[in-house]
């Protein structure tokens, strides 16, 4: 069963800085690796997929890596501000599972930006 | 377009009642899904559909049930509710498996 983990649960940081975020999971034959962000009380919104293929993934001040031997996906945040507070989850999906879509996600980083 | 819509977004529920959750899309998309989340865990699947007619289901499908008798609507249905299934639900869509749009999410309570 695909393992997913995201340290550290949580993360402050004054704005400004840039930061890394990281998911690491346990079986490396993945279809892809999405992470997502979530807003109290909100749903998730897709920030970044990166295909089994792909090394990394940028939209905007993110870019997402993927290293599928060592199972690790880092998202990097440039410059961040207080709107980036939020809570961020990655997901993989297995190539495994015949007709299954589903996605395995992590528990998530509980991101802080401080003014 | 209106994405993904989910309702009612907060219910209480006693237990051994009923309810269903609905899920609309509006973008066409083939798949659908229904994930639970509880406090400080990843969020996990219920039950998928890869299209109208077919649904599978995902890693904790008791005590849940579904249909989907067209490409916009995939309700979930609680038959006897339990405070277990005490949780946030959210409904997604996708075309194919690529990337997943999701809803607001309704909030749910078993006392």
């Known amino acids: 069963k695909q393992e997913v983990t995201q340290i550290p649960a949580a993360l402050s940081v004054p704005e400004g800085e840039n930061l890394v975020l990281n998911c690491s999971f346990t079986?490396?034959?993945?279809?892809?690796l999405q992470w997502f962000r979530q807003d109290p009380g909100k749903g998730l919104t897709s920030l970044l997929l990166?295909?089994?293929?792909?090394r990394e993934q940028t939209s905007g001040r993110l870019n997402a890596s993927l290293d599928k031997s060592s199972g690790r996906s880092t998202l990097y945040i440039a410059a961040s501000q207080p709107g980036d507070s939020a809570t961020y989850l990655c997901?993989?999906?297995?190539?495994?599972?015949?007709?299954?879509?589903?996605?395995?996600f992590g528990t998530g980083t509980r991101l802080t930006v401080i003014p | 377009n209106a994405g993904v819509t989910q309702t009612p977004k907060f219910r209480i529920l006693k237990i051994g009642q009923s309810m269903t959750l609905q899920c609309t899309q509006d973008?066409?998309?083939?798949?659908m899904y229904w994930y639970r989340q509880d406090p400080g865990m990843g969020l996990k699947l219920i039950y998928y559909?890869?299209?109208?007619?077919?649904?599978d289901k995902g890693e904790v499908p008791n005590g849940y049930n579904v249909s989907r008798s067209t490409t916009e609507d995939f309700p979930l249905r609680l038959e006897l509710a339990a405070p277990s299934q005490t949780s946030v639900y959210f409904c997604?869509?996708?075309?194919?498996?690529?990337?997943?749009?999701f809803g607001p999410g309704t909030r749910l309570l078993v006392l």
């Open positions: 997901a993989v999906r297995l190539t495994s599972q015949t007709g299954a879509n589903n996605l395995f």
């Open positions: 559909s890869v299209g109208a007619g077919i649904t």
């Open positions: 997604a869509s996708s075309y194919a498996g690529e990337t997943q749009y």
């Open positions: 973008m066409n998309h083939n798949y």
């Open positions: 079986d490396s034959a993945i279809y892809n």
């Open positions: 990166i295909q089994s293929s792909q």
